[in-house]
Structure formats: C-alpha cells, structure tokens
T-cell receptor
Framework: GENVEQHPSTLSVQEGDSAVIKCTYS??????FPWYKQELGKGPQLIID?????GEKKDQRIAVTLNKTAKHFSLHITETQPEDSAVYFC???????????FGAGTRLFVKA | IAGITQAPTSQILAAGRRMTLRCTQD?????MYWYRQDLGLGLRLIHY???????GKGEVPDGYSVSRANTDDFPLTLASAVPSQTSVYFC???????????FGSGTRLTVV
C-alpha cells in the first residue's frame, strides 16, 4: 500500500523567512496530493492541493511542487508570519481512491 | 455554517464499554471518512464510505464499525473499547475521490 514520509518533524523559522516541508510517497499510481494545516485543538484544514498533471501550484504565499519521477512533493511558505505556526500534513491518494494516506506531520514554529 | 459536526467533543470511557461517535455533514458530500490521530503517527484511516449505503475498510479498521444509512450521517462504533483506542477521532467528508477533505473538530476519547 501507499506510504507517505514527511520531513522535518519540527521546523522553526524567523518571521519573514521561508519554510519548506518535504514529502515522499511510495506508490507511483498516486495522483492527488493535498496539504492540510492543523491549528491547536482544531481539525485539519485544506490549504492547497496538486494533481499529477501539474508540476507546481501557487496560492499567495504558499506553493506546492511535485516531482513525479522522484515521487516527492514539497510545500513552500514564503514571508512566514506568526499565524503560520501550526502542524502541517501532506497526503497522497490514487486515481479514484478513497484511501488518502497522510504523512506524520511537521510542527512549524514562526518566531516573531 | 456548512461543515461537519462531531459529538461528543470529548469522552472518558471504561474499557469494555460500547461507544458511538457521531458525525453529521450538511454539504451533501458523497464521501465520508473516519481518521484517528495519534502523536507522531499522523492521521490514519479507520473506515470510509464513498456513498450512502456503502462502506470500506481503511488502514486500521479492527475494533471499529461504521454505517452509512444516509448521505449526512456516518457514525463510528467501538463495540468493546480498549485502552489502545485512546485517541483523537476526526470525521471528514469530500465531494468524491481525489478531492480535498473538510474535517470536523474531533472527538477526544480516553479509554481507561
């Protein structure tokens, strides 16, 4: 089955700096890669997603890149702000699949 | 406000007792899911339903059962709770496969 590995587990950056979180997946049939942000005491919230027919997608300060050959994808947050502090999860699922597999999460701290 | 409602928000349960976690969505999403979240392990899929009347097993289904009698409700039942089922449980829904999830706020369950 699919396996998703996420690194780093903890990331601390200074406000205004960029943050990068990386994930690798094992099943080449995976074609949908969402990213979720989870704030303390809340459920995860979808922040951006990418499909395998696209190499990069941007939404304001966040972007996701996908390398299908290497089977890895990354989340980039630019100009980080204290409110970006949260746990971020990557995930992967296959065409028509209902079994989305999540990475273990990255706790991001943005220091003011 | 459209979304997912989970109940209860937290529960302490004696081992061996039966418990049903409730989940209701008002977005008319076809697919619904139950995940458990444990520290360091991310989110693991317990069961899912791609449409009313059908269910499927996820990564960690043992000890849990679900039903999907209608589009809106997707209860999760622990027939005989054990301490290893202590976790935070999240219900989610999506329009279908390969679409982002909307998560509820979670149920924190402690089995003693």
């Amino acid at each position: 089955g699919e396996n998703v590995e996420q690194h780093p587990s903890t990331l601390s950056v200074q406000e205004g700096d960029s943050a990068v979180i990386k994930c690798t997946y094992s099943d080449s049939a995976s074609n949908y890669f969402p990213w979720y942000k989870q704030e303390l005491g809340k459920g995860p919230q979808l922040i951006i997603d990418i499909r395998s027919n696209v190499g990069e997608k941007k939404d304001q300060r966040i972007a996701v890149t996908l390398n299908k050959t290497a089977k890895h994808f990354s989340l980039h947050i630019t100009e980080t702000q204290p409110e970006d502090s949260a746990v971020y999860f990557c995930a992967a699922s296959m065409i028509g699949g209902f079994k989305t597999i999540f990475g273990a999460g990255t706790r991001l701290f943005v220091k003011a | 406000i459209a979304g997912i409602t989970q109940a209860p928000t937290s529960q302490i349960l004696a081992a061996g007792r039966r418990m049903t976690l409730r989940c209701t969505q008002d977005m008319r999403h076809n697919a619904m899911y139950w995940y458990r979240q444990d520290l360091g392990l991310g989110l693991r899929l317990i069961h899912y339903s791609n449409t009313a009347g059908t269910t499927g097993k996820g990564e960690v289904p043992d000890g849990y059962s679900v039903s999907r009698a209608n589009t809106d409700d997707f209860p999760l039942t622990l027939a005989s709770a054990v301490p290893s089922q202590t976790s935070v449980y999240f219900c989610a829904s999506s329009e279908g496969p390969n679409y982002g999830y909307t998560f509820g706020s979670g149920t924190r369950l402690t089995v003693v």
